[in-house]
């Protein structure tokens, strides 16, 4: 399962660990997968909410239409003794409306006592009933390095999506001037690194009765598919804001990743300074969530979006600008050619990932004076200090 806009990037993650995919609808993924590859899968996937394992598919329009074909899943294997699952319906265009009914009749099925079990899912679509049971516990954006994320945090399944998405190879440069608490530049590194994003965490896998210790002994330890080699690119995370820069720094800290992300407190006017990005540094990725709303503290964001494709092309000619917008329109005032490479929804808002070259300098590079002005707070949408809608 992934949020929906999100399937191209979960497909091509599931493609990488070698898992033959059977199709992609909304929200989600469905493939064919053995134990090693189940949990293998919930280790390495960046962009999934959770991986969920389908039992049971069949119409039911009945109580006991639903129970008869439920009592004959096994549910030893997935449910251990002495539990019951936890049940989640939902019902569209079916005779078995009641969800609370459904949940009841699954749970007496299931359980066989007390103590809180898996999450059962359980699906009604014109009368056909499907029930997965979840392998994965706490969804899977939750990595565990972020316990200060600002008022609209960007989650980290979208953070990593929009990596994906913008093309960056690991190899060049990635540059986030409105970090927050730098959401975008800790999953790079992550990748970058060739660290998984369930690493150390636990899955609802690990307390089935069908788990496998030695194969997910196996899984960890496997350097093989979908764990690429280890990188080093330049990755920058700067922000006006000094909250916002402290923040994402302790995130950084906590990831294990400090070593490879820059930090440093910056205005859009200081984009691609040397000091930060590199000497000599080739072109890279301008990856940036800028704020939503129609202000940001001190300005009209109309002028912070043309502040930054000012810049941009003065400073980063060559490069690729990757920037998550919830308007278009607004990201028109960059003057960036960019096409829409992605389309989700981020904090209840839908969200549109722009994709484009910053061209080639026409002439001799300019000195930009600060649009955004001295003291003027220009923080990114995840960190604090914004004008924004909440998430």
């Known amino acids: 399962m992934c949020a929906p806009g999100l399937e191209e990037w979960c497909a091509t993650e599931v493609g990488a660990l070698g898992v033959p995919i059977r199709r992609t609808f909304r929200g989600g993924v469905e493939f ?3 134990d090693r590859q189940l949990y293998a899968a919930n280790l ?3 962009t999934a909410t959770r991986v969920v394992v389908r039992v049971a598919r069949y119409m039911a329009a009945t109580a006991a239409e639903l129970t008869a074909t439920a009592s004959q899943v096994p549910w030893s294997e997935w449910v251990p003794e002495g539990s019951t699952p936890v049940v989640r319906v939902s019902s569209t265009s079916s005779r078995l409306s009641h969800t609370g009914l459904v949940a ?5 099925v299931a359980g066989t006592g007390d103590a809180p079990g898996p999450l059962l899912i359980a699906r009604l679509i014109h009368d056909r009933v499907t029930l997965s049971i979840d392998s994965s516990g706490a969804p899977l954006h939750q990595r565990g390095w972020r316990t200060d994320g600002g008022k609209a945090p960007l989650r980290e399944t979208l953070a990593a999506a929009v990596i ?23 999953e790079a590194a992550l990748s970058a690194a060739g660290r ?41 995370a700067t922000d006006r804001d000094a909250g916002a820069v402290a923040t994402a720094r302790a995130n950084a800290e906590r990831a294990g990743v400090a070593d490879r992300i820059t930090t440093a407190q910056a205005s859009v006017s200081e984009l691609g300074r040397a000091e930060l990005v590199g000497a000599g540094a080739g ?26 494709g000012d810049v941009a092309r003065a400073r980063l000619p060559g490069w690729t600008a ?43 590079g300019r ?16 960190g604090p200090g914004r004008d924004l809608p909440g998430g």
Do not use: M
């Open 322 to 364: 990757a920037l998550l917008v919830a308007d278009p329109g607004l990201a028109g005032q960059t003057r960036l050619r960019l096409e829409e490479r992605l389309r989700t929804s981020n904090g209840g808002l839908a969200v549109h990932l722009l994709v484009g070259r910053i061209p080639e300098r026409d002439g001799p």
């Open 44 to 46: 390495w996937l960046r």
């Open 196 to 236: 998984p994003p369930g690493e150390g965490r636990r899955f609802a896998f690990q307390d089935w009765p069908s788990f496998q210790p030695g194969t997910w002994a196996s899984v960890t330890g496997d350097a093989g598919p979908g764990r690429p080699a280890a990188t080093r690119p330049v990755i920058v």
């Open 283 to 308: 072109p890279g990725w301008l990856v940036t969530n800028p704020p939503y709303g129609k202000r940001v503290a001190g300005g009209d964001l109309r002028d912070l979006y043309a502040r930054l």
């Open 104 to 108: 009841e009749r699954l749970a007496e």
């Open 164 to 186: 994906l998405a913008s093309g960056w190879d690991r190899s060049g440069p990635l540059l986030d001037p409105l970090c927050g608490s730098g959401t975008l530049a800790i």
């Open 367 to 382: 000195d930009l004076p600060g649009r955004d002005g001295p003291g003027r707070d220009l923080p990114g949408r995840d």
């Open 32 to 34: 064919s997968a053995s």
